[in-house]
Each structure stands twice: as C-alpha cells, then as structure tokens.
C-alpha cells in the first residue's frame, strides 16, 4: 500500500469523465474507459442478465441454433407467383417489411406502395384509391416474416408478384423474397405511378415467365458458394451486389439462352438484369432468411433470428421466443446524403434487408466490401474493425463465408441478445436511406445500428421463461 | 567521442553478418542491413548508375514518358483478323511472346504451339510437318512486341487469328492480343492435337465473327475503368481476371443479343465466355500494351515499357533505347504445383503477360487479389507489402489504379531500371507455371522476378548514350 502511494499514479476510470478530468489537471495520467453497466444500466436487468449467461440450457439451445444456421444450404430452386408461394395470399392480402405496423401508423413510403401494389393488384383503379382502400381496414397488411418471406425497403409482397424460392437442402424449409425493381422510380421506395406500375406488370409477366423457366432449367442453384464468392470479390451481399449479380448473371444467362422462347422477351430479361448491380440482393436477402429460419424455434436459445424495420420501428425475434417481436423506435442513420438531400428528408431506417446482418453478411461483413465504408466516409480499416468487433456479439463464426482482408478468417455469425447486452455493443447495419415521401427514392446511404431496447426486451421475455424466474 | 564509447552500443551493421554475431555475442545489439551496393556489385556500374540518377535529362524524359502512360486511355474499338490488323502478317510470319529468339533455342512449349499454328493455317497438313517447317527456316518467328502486339505464355499469333484491337484514345497507337481460348489443351501451353486446332478455327470463325459485330455495335469500350472497377472486386488482372471478365461479360451480352445473327451461334459465343474466368486476360494485356506504347520512344527515358518472357530468357525494353531487347535467363518461379507436378516439370518463365505488372498491375497490385496470395501460399498482408515495395522503383503511382487493402492508394506505375537497380528490389510477376514438354498446359502458379541482369545492361547502354559517357 505504502508503494501505491510513493509510485506516480496511473489510474483507469470508469464512470464519470469529471474524476479522471481531475487526476489529469493534478499531474497524473488517467484513462477513461467507455464501460456502462450490462443490462443497460438496469441493476434488475443486469441480475437477470448474469444468471442467463451462466444457464447451461440456453448454451445448449444455442449451439442447436447457430449450428442449423451453418449447416442450411440455401439452394434457388423456383419461381413462383406470390400466390402459388405463400397460402395466405391467396386471399386480398399484402406483406409489408419489418414488424406489424397499423396502416396509420406506418411512413410515406411504405403507404405508397403499398398503394401501388392494390392498383397493381387492380384491387383499386389507382393509388390514390388504393390509398383509401388500405384506410378502410379492408385489406389484410402483415409482415413478410410472418410468412417466410423478406422484402428489402418497403418490402411489398402482393398476390401477383413474383417471388424467388429458395429451399435449405439441409432442411427442407422454404424461404421468398420479391425481385428487385432497379433503381430510381421503384416500388420499394414508395413511387407508385404508371411507369412503377408498368414494370412491376413487365416482371409479373415476361420477366416471371422467362426467369422461371430458366431457374428450372438450371434446376437448382446453390447461393452460399455465389455469396462465398461475392464476398471476395468486394461484396458485402447488402449494400453491394455488384459481383453476386455478375455471378448469378453468367449462371443465368447460358440457361436462357438455352429455352424454348422467342429471342425478344429473353433479351429483355437479360438487359434487365445486366442493368441492375443489386438484383441478386433479393436473392441474398432469401438466402439469409432461409438460413435463420432454420435456427427460428429452439426453446430457450437467445440468438437472433430475425432483424427488421417497418419504417417507424425496429423488430427482432429471437430463436427461443417463437412469434413474439421485440420492438424499439429505430436507430439514426449515420450515413452520406446525395446532393440536395439531409436528414430531416429521411425516412426512418427501413426494410427487411438487416437479415443480412442477422446472418452474418452485410454490415458484419464490412471488411469484404472497403468500398462501401469510403461511400459512407469510413475507411477500410474502420471496416475491417467492424467486422472485428461484430464477433465479441456473436455464438460463433461461419466457416462458408470468409473475409480477405481479415486474413481470410470468417465472418461474426448468430447474434446472441445476451451478448449484445452484456457488452453494449450494438449490431451494425448497412443501409439505403429512403426519402420520408413516397415515391422519391433513395437519397442516401450509411450504417445504423438496432436499437438495444429491442435486446433488453427480448431478454427480459427470456428470464421470465427462465426456471428462476 | 567519449560519449560514444561510453554509452549502450547500438550498431548496424552493413555486409558480412559475422560483424554483428560478435557484437551480439560481446552482449551489445546489432542490426544487420540487408544491403548490397547498387548497380550490382560492379564498382563501374556503380559509379555509371550514381551519375544517371542525377541526370536532369533523364528525369525529364521520365516525366514525359510516365505522363503519357498515365494519360492513355485503351479502348477496345475492334476485332480484326491478324492479318488484316497487322501489316508484316499478310504474309508467312508467326508472332511468339518475349524476346527474339531461334527456332532451335525454344522451349517446348513455344515450339508445339508454333507447330500447331502452322498446321492451323494450313501451311503443312499436320503439326509435326509444321514443326519441321518451321525449323526449315522459312517461317519468319517474330516477338509479338515488335509488331504491337502481346500474347499469353506462348503468345503466337499467326495471320488467320482474330485479335483484340486497343485504342490508345489519347494518342491514336493501337495494341493487340489474341484470343484466351480457356484452360486444359491450348495452344499456348503447346498443345496442338486436333481439339486445339478445331477450337482455334471455331475461334477464327464463328467467334471472330460474333465478337466483331458486338464490339463494333458497342462503338468502343473503355478498358480503364473496367480494370478499375475489376481492381476492387479482387482482381489483379493478371493471374486473377474473374471480375473483369464478368464485367466485360455484363456489357458484351446485351449487344450480342441485339445482333442480327441466328441464335445459335451467339448462344455458343456467349458460353464460351461465360465459361472462361480468364476471358479477359488478353483485353488487360492489350490495354496495358496501349498504355506503354504511349510512353515508349522518349529519348534518354529509363522507363521499362517491356518486360516479356520467351520460355528462355526474359527481356526488357526501354522508352529511351528504342528497339533494344536486354535480355537475361528468366529466373525460377517461386509458386506451387498442382498434384503430380513438380519444379522439375516446369518450363522457363515464359509469356507476353507480364506487360501487366510493367503497366503497374498483376504482381504490382497483388494488394488488389488476396486470393492469388493464398493460391501461391502467401497471405493478404505479403500481397499488400508487395504492392508497396514496388513503389519504391517506379516513377510515380496511376491514380485511374487503386487498391483498397491499401486505403485505396494508387498502384505503383513507371518501373525505372535506375531504381531497380540503386534498390535491388526487383519487379515482381505473377505467373502460371507450363509445363516443360509442349501440350501437357498449366501445372502450377507462382511469383517470379525480373532477373537484374537485364536493368544493368539497360543501364549501361543508357550510360553509353549520356552525355559523360
């Protein structure tokens, strides 16, 4: 004790900045370690907390979780119309991203298209009445996730859209997303108008036709080893698909050469897909929702599942809590505006595209992807640090996808809300930023993180079916 | 003085490592220099080399000649047939990568290819007939460099092969390549049996004629940018063209489907291509061949615009010595085998390509590739400490070039046979490895070096033309 005092003093603080401010100013050296207490800073949550991480049953729950998420081999096996996908759109029915959300309640975007798909539908004569119709409480609105399927932005999936399916060979279980419009004047921003419409009845039709057609005749195509891939060659399969695309592109395009069609609708098909760096986003999108499906409903496990945004809030599920949503207002977005544009034009961060991170890829996989990180004024160091830091929330890693840049080690796998909890440490998201209207569009992008109320929530849901509880 | 002799000793030592054992061993700290003095070792060369890096002449010439590099913008505006593209091949010629050499001093490779070529032009009814043809003399056998043009290992180029055809936008020269015809029997590993001979005259044909049409109804692709783009999606464009090619593949498809051709044989072009990650390999050569063309013919520049390998020896060219090959034997290939394959196997270095890295990309932007480095088993941090060591002998960096795994810095550009040879670092290559007996094709990869035998000639010969001389 008599040398603690005598030698010069270097001290860690924890807490308040004002004590270490303090030493400093006396002549000593201070560090300020950026710590708060887990749980949030809740003593109880913080208690309840503890005892979850020490429970053998969630450890086990777990590792069955995070080891179907490894072991699912997301195949392409089909196209379908909405319709002949899902039994519940066989009704008037329309899926929207993120968690439930009430019509009133939901943003511009979102009601947009969501106006647009009942004129597509010709539910309604135009939009406007679409808009109306949605009001009156007629059509049933629920989210993608309650049905197996994704959607990135808006994510509206109606009756006669067509949908990617893609199966886990491993187990069996089945996962859709819809086709991605371009960009500029899309669906999935809100923009509801004739040339909107005009290009959702276009891939209803002879894009369904000739890519069903095609993705049969390939009779099968395996997305982890595209996604592997991708992920090598500067895609982070969320905000970058401009390698997946050209992947899936030279699969694709010897196949349809090869059918029974006239040349002018195949050479549509593919000038539409050569056009467009993000179309195989959707597919990634039902990649990743295949895998995690196949984690979903392993009693007491605490990984998450699934992340989601419906526009206003932010939703996860965790494997171990079946149907129930864990909800917070979302999270700012930290990103870059294109010219003329600021945050007060923003929407709130949106779409069901964070089941990329929830996988592992996107945000989690920044270090693949450098280019991203300088779109939204990081560095590639700061990329390959969040991919770094994605691991300490994480059960495990995923051996299928590896990042160059981290000496080929590979990517964070299977958040775990205990862990996300315990250590403050927030998942990161890579994201389009819609304008707050409908039918503007994209007007930048950046990266958020999921709010920890969803992750406190989840886990008192969690303790309260724990057996101390 | 006395303090030195009195204070810790920190030595660093600089020749034989003995000095430092014994320092070591007396208990003080030595560091031992990897240093060897510049110019070889020849006091002579030395003294020669000492006055040239101070030449304000030279560093004029330097200038001018990595400014037209630099400002050159290859763009793909045809397809010709080698006849019709090069003059000296409207007659009985051959084009062979590297250095001039004899047909009795070729390796095998070079020489099976040869044979194969003559056979395919139908100048003898088989390649063994072609082979004694050749060696009969009447053949002429030219580098491809001497006629603007570049090919891959072998490199041959007879007059009924389609070529690439390069723009230099900027200054008008024009550069060439052949044709990738994929892997396992190909011509330039030496393989010549009818399946090879079949493809080339498929490739003479149909491919030419498909490939013509679509790039003539692009009116022009820039290559810059491809590279670019193929540079941050783990591409090197040398040894690893997988992204370049699915680029190229994304931009050809739409015009050929727009041709007025029957379907099938564009059906048939389109698979080839999408078959062959390497497909644009030739286009990067030649790009890179436009690019160094533009600076070569700088009187007194010691700019290197040629580094090519004949299976024998390697040669090098500079913008300031006009025609003059320096010519070394190429030095061994530090790579792995593929199973059954060993060093004892191998032929020389051998090919056009390393026209890549004198352009500033291959081995110099091995930063770009990790996955090459784990191919020839290094690790990304080798690939990025080399494409900064070659920094430290080029004239300067190409800002259309950058790399990501280095914060996006550009990739070293200009190599000068003045610093290669005051720093010893010798420019690096990545290569395939043939196999020594024609036909058997590709049994490895590697990286290689210029040999420094070849920058202590140029630079005598530089010396010889300056003004102290």
């Known amino acids: ?105 939901m943003c511009g975007p979102v009601q947009g298209a969501i106006a647009g798909a009942i004129a597509y539908e010709g539910w309604a004569a135009t939009p406007d009445e679409g808009a109306a119709l949605a009001a009156s409480g007629e059509i049933a609105l629920e989210p993608c996730h309650h049905h197996g399927a994704v959607g990135p932005m808006a994510g509206i999936i109606s009756p006669s859209m067509p949908l990617w399916v893609v199966e886990n060979a491993t187990a069996g279980n089945r996962a859709y997303c819809n086709f991605n419009e371009g960009l500029g004047k899309v669906l999935r921003f809100g923009a509801n108008r004739s040339e909107v419409l005009d290009r959702l009845s276009w891939m209803g039709n002879e894009l369904f036709d000739v890519l069903q057609a095609g993705v049969r005749a390939l009779g099968g195509v395996e997305l982890r080893p ?136 996107g945000g989690f996989a920044m270090a693949a992807a450098p280019a991203i990180v300088q779109f939204v004024g990081g560095t590639p160091a700061d990329a390959t640090e969040n991919s770094r830091r994605m691991r300490s929330i994480t059960l495990g890693t995923n051996p299928a996808f590896t990042l160059p840049a981290m000496n080929f080690g590979a990517t964070a796998c299977g958040i775990d809300a205990r862990l996300v909890l315990d250590s403050g440490i927030l998942p990161v998201i890579n994201t389009g930023i819609a304008h707050r209207e409908a039918g503007v569009g994209q007007i930048g992008a950046g990266i958020t993180t999921a709010p920890v109320a969803c992750f406190l929530e989840a886990i008192e849901a969690v303790a309260a079916q724990a057996p101390g509880a």
């Open 1 to 105: 004790m008599s040398d603690l005092l005598t030698q010069e003093l270097n001290v860690v603080n924890v807490g308040l900045p004002a004590f270490a401010d303090n030493i400093r100013a006396a002549g000593g050296s201070a560090v300020q370690l950026d710590w708060r207490p887990p749980g949030g800073g809740d003593a109880g949550a913080g208690m309840r907390l503890a005892r979850l991480l020490a429970e053998s049953r969630i450890e086990e729950a777990n590792a069955v979780a995070l080891g179907r998420c490894l072991e699912a081999q997301p195949v392409l096996v089909d196209v379908l119309l909405a319709r002949d996908a899902i039994p519940a759109l066989e009704e008037r029915r329309i899926l929207h991203a993120g968690p439930p959300i009430a019509w009133e309640d």
């Open 226 to 361: 595209i996604i592997a891939q991708a992920l090598h060659m500067g895609d982070e399969v969320h905000n970058r698909n401009a390698a997946a695309t050209g992947l899936l592109f030279k699969r694709l395009v010897p196949a349809l050469l090869e059918l029974d069609r006239p040349a002018a609708p195949v050479r549509r098909v593919i000038e539409f897909v050569a056009a467009n760096d993000h179309f195989f986003l959707n597919l990634s999108m039902a990649a990743c929702k295949a895998m995690l499906d196949a984690a979903h409903g392993v009693a007491h496990s605490t990984m998450v599942t699934v992340m989601a945004r419906n526009g206003v809030n932010f939703g996860i599920r965790l494997s171990g809590t079946g149907d129930a949503w864990f909800q917070a207002p979302a999270n700012p977005v930290d990103g870059l505006f294109f010219p003329g544009y600021g945050v007060e034009d923003a929407a709130a961060d949106l779409g069901d595209s964070a089941i990329t991170e929830t996988a592992g890829v």
